[in-house]
């Protein structure tokens, strides 16, 4: 049966994951928390040794500008979330969903999370696509599963761009 939806949408995917292996491969450990600015959002150890984001319940003004660290945990954690719901998980917290504590680990992390989102994906049919989804929008808003893989679509998208221009603007501030 022809799913031209998901097909799209994995063509996609498969695109912006190909833009996000450009940046990807091309980190080194130090990038992952190099501090672009003074104001930033990081991942930190606590008095456990578990890595945590910085966070705030109400987005600040300024926005903090994250690190590549930050980015990677952010990616983990609403990506997680979206294969969950997509499976009819629930997820976990944010409160405990954590940096791994280096950039290899992270690396790693998100490359299974895109393994997972594939199978996902794959297995997605057009009756799939319609079902109701609560994320990343409450289920009164109308959202389906198929907003849900736009939004995967294009929040990857964007934090794979900002990936990208804090590693070449630390790249350009070490020249």
């Given at each position: 049966?022809?799913?031209p939806?998901?097909?799209?949408?994995?063509?996609?995917?498969?695109?912006?994951?190909?833009?996000?292996?450009?940046?990807?491969?091309?980190?080194?450990?130090?990038?992952?928390?190099w501090e672009?600015?003074?104001?930033?959002?990081?991942?930190?150890?606590?008095?456990?040794?578990?890595?945590?984001?910085?966070?705030?319940?109400?987005?600040?003004?300024?926005?903090?500008?994250?690190?590549?660290?930050?980015?990677?945990?952010?990616?983990?954690?609403?990506?997680?979330?979206?294969?969950?719901?997509?499976?009819?998980?629930?997820?976990?917290?944010?409160?405990d969903?954590?940096?791994?504590?280096?950039?290899?680990?992270?690396?790693?992390?998100?490359?299974?999370?895109?393994?997972?989102?594939?199978?996902?994906?794959?297995?997605?049919?057009?009756?799939?696509?319609?079902?109701?989804?609560?994320?990343?929008?409450?289920?009164?808003?109308?959202?389906?599963?198929?907003?849900?893989?736009?939004?995967?679509?294009?929040e990857?998208?964007?934090?794979?761009?900002?990936?990208?221009?804090?590693?070449?603007?630390?790249?350009?501030?070490?020249?």
């Open positions: 049966m022809l799913t939806r998901r097909d799209l949408l994995r063509w996609q995917f498969d695109l912006t994951w190909s833009l996000a292996g450009i940046h990807l491969d091309a980190l080194t450990p130090e990038d992952f928390l672009p600015a003074e104001l930033s959002w990081t991942v930190r150890p606590d008095a456990d040794g578990v890595w945590r984001p910085d966070w705030a319940d109400t987005e600040p003004d300024p926005v903090p500008i994250p690190t590549i660290g930050w980015l990677t945990w952010h990616i983990g954690w609403w990506w997680g979330a979206a294969i969950d719901h997509a499976e009819g998980v629930t997820p976990p917290a944010r409160e969903v954590h940096w791994p504590g280096d950039g290899a680990a992270a690396i790693a992390c998100l490359r299974d999370l895109h393994g997972e989102w594939t199978r996902v994906l794959d297995g997605l049919d057009e009756t799939a696509l319609d079902r109701p989804s609560a994320y990343p929008w409450p289920a009164e808003a109308g959202s389906t599963v198929a907003h849900l893989a736009g939004w995967v679509n294009a990857l998208m964007k934090n794979v761009t900002e990936i990208g221009h804090l590693r070449m603007l630390r790249a350009a501030s070490l020249a």
